[in-house]
């Protein structure tokens, strides 16, 4: 049996799943699964029926993977929304299935998508969001994945850089929607620093608190967005603003500075201003300037962009912006910003239309159709 007879199957399968009761995408990954391990099986032991074997198969993955997540979904629903100061319980063992997923045989961007997608519990889609790529190819790095690390013994677990980018990643996911997998991901990096004493494991950690401070301001009622120069900062919670400042300065005291320590001191001096206005940008864009010589991050480079824009003015920033690649997510959100800063209503709210087909998720889109509607009415008067 070949891989032409698995793809031309696999079609076929799926909508049997769904109309079992999977939806499109947990069907996709099962059956994925399913056929890694025909690949395996196959050649020694073909079955009688291709594609029953492949429905039979795929559905007991797909039963696997549902109790999996709901199983996940229970520790999280046990973490208060509140991630309480000092080393969390080490009950469960999902920090050390993070480093086993960490596997030494596999490069780390695909470690670090395995280990999304099997512990963490985020889509194909969530995962290849995250990495800037489009999620066939996401899907195909798993898969790949899958197949590197199918009957080795996981004795040999991966490193902390890799184990620290998963816990980065899934604290965005959750940072973006779902609170209890950011929470999730705050306690495993409590864990991870109580058991090594790393600077970068520090730096992390003050990161996702200072980012977390600000949660209760970042959504009105309605859920729409608050962007941070609106949010009212008597709702940040000083207290994990005040772990999270600890926690840095004694990382930065270690005088060996890395990627989450200087996005850490951003996130800092922002939980240090009183008001918007009394934001330090000049220190952020040299923080910045730092984040940019540790990772030459796009990413990196927009946000310093836009910091630079505060600091120096709109025009500034606009010429920091040209010299960056357009497909970089959210360019063309951080251009209409500084265009309206600028004075150029038209374009900010041509800019904030375009943007808003191109955000990645309900909340920015609305957020961004709003602005636009906001300098379109201007406009007409």
């Not at 995408?25 to 699964?33: C, G, I, L, R, S």
């Not at 973490?79 to 997923?101: I, K, N, R, T, W």
């Not at 800037?132 to 898969?143: C, D, H």
Request: aromatic letters at 6%; charged letters at 25%.
């Amino acid at each position: 049996m070949d891989g032409v007879l698995l793809r031309s199957l696999t079609p076929e399968v799926i909508p049997v799943l769904v109309r079992r009761g999977a939806d499109f995408a947990a069907a996709e990954d099962a059956v994925q699964e399913a056929v890694i391990e025909a690949l395996h099986t196959w050649p020694e032991r073909p079955p009688r029926d291709p594609k029953g074997w492949l429905v039979t198969v795929a559905w007991r993955k797909f039963l696997y993977a549902v109790r999996a997540d709901a199983s996940r979904r229970l520790r999280e629903q046990r973490v208060v929304a509140e991630p309480s100061p000092g080393s969390g319980p080490g009950g469960d063992d999902s920090l050390q299935l993070y480093f086993l997923c960490a596997h030494p045989s596999l490069t780390p961007s695909s470690a670090v998508a395995l280990t999304l997608r099997a512990v963490g519990g985020l889509t194909t889609g969530q995962i290849a969001r995250a990495y800037l790529v489009g999620e066939a190819t996401m899907a195909q790095r798993i898969s790949r994945a899958k197949r590197t690390v199918a009957g080795i013994r996981f004795d040999q677990p991966g490193d902390v850089a890799t184990v620290l980018r998963v816990l980065y990643l899934v604290f965005n996911e959750g940072y973006s929607g779902e609170l209890d997998l950011a929470a999730e991901a705050i306690r495993l990096t409590r864990q991870l620093a109580a058991r090594i004493d790393h600077q970068e494991v520090a730096g992390l950690l003050a990161l996702m608190l200072l980012h977390h401070a600000r949660r209760s301001a970042r959504t009105r009622n309605d859920g729409s967005l608050v962007p941070l120069a609106e949010q009212d900062r008597s709702l940040w919670d000083t207290r994990l603003i005040t772990e999270g400042v600890d926690v840095l300065q004694k990382a930065l005291a270690r005088d060996r500075l890395g990627e989450y320590q200087a996005q850490a001191a951003i996130a800092a001096l922002h939980a240090d201003a009183r008001t918007a206005a009394e934001t330090d940008w000049v220190q952020i864009v040299e923080w910045y300037d730092e984040l940019v010589r540790l990772t030459d991050s796009p990413v990196a480079r927009l946000n310093r962009a836009v910091a630079v824009g505060e600091a120096d003015g709109p025009r500034a920033g606009l010429a920091a912006l040209a010299s960056l690649d357009p497909a970089i997510p959210r360019h063309t959100a951080a251009a209409a910003y500084l265009h309206e800063r600028d004075g150029d209503r038209v374009a900010a709210a041509r800019l904030y239309t375009e943007a808003a087909r191109q955000a990645p998720n309900r909340p920015e889109r609305d957020h961004l159709t709003r602005q636009a509607a906001r300098l379109n009415t201007a406009l007409r008067r």
